[in-house]
C-alpha cells in the first residue's frame, strides 16, 4: 500500500553533488517522521539521517555535507549531497525512520557512484 520511488542518482565525481528524491504514497503514509538509508556493496543498509519534524541525526559520515528536506504538499523527501566522496557510493533508499516503526516495503533506491 505505501509505495517509495527514489531517484536523483548517478556518477559524479569527487566534491559533486547530487539532489535525491523519495516520492512517497499511500494514505497511510506519513513523511513527519523518515530518513534516507544507504547501502554499499557487501555492506549492511546504514541509516543516513532521520528528520523528525525539524530535528535531524547526521551520521558522523555525511555531517556537514548532506541536508534532508520535505515537501509536505508533494510527499517527497530530498537529500541534498554535497562535497561526495568515493566511499558515499551506495544505493540510497528512504524509509521510515523512527526506532521500533516496522518499515515499509524497500523501493529499489537509486544508485550513487562517486568517482575519485
Known amino acids: 500500500q505505501v509505495q517509495l520511488v527514489e531517484s536523483g542518482g548517478g556518477l559524479v565525481q569527487a566534491g559533486g553533488s547530487l539532489r535525491l528524491s523519495c516520492a512517497t504514497s499511500g494514505s497511510t503514509f506519513s513523511i513527519n517522521f523518515i530518513g534516507w538509508y544507504r547501502q554499499a556493496p557487501g555492506k549492511q543498509r546504514d541509516l543516513v539521517t532521520p528528520?523528525?519534524?525539524?530535528?535531524?541525526n547526521y551520521a558522523d559520515s555525511v555531517k556537514g555535507r548532506f541536508t534532508i528536506s520535505r515537501d509536505y504538499a508533494k510527499k517527497t523527501v530530498y537529500l541534498q549531497m554535497n562535497s561526495l566522496k568515493p566511499e558515499d557510493t551506495a544505493v540510497y533508499y528512504c524509509?521510515?525512520?523512527?526506532?521500533?516503526?516496522?518499515?515499509?516495503?524497500w523501493g529499489q533506491g537509486t544508485h550513487v557512484t562517486v568517482a575519485s
Open positions: 524509509n521510515f525512520a523512527e526506532p521500533g516503526v516496522r518499515l515499509a516495503d
Open positions: 528528520i523528525n519534524g525539524g530535528r535531524t
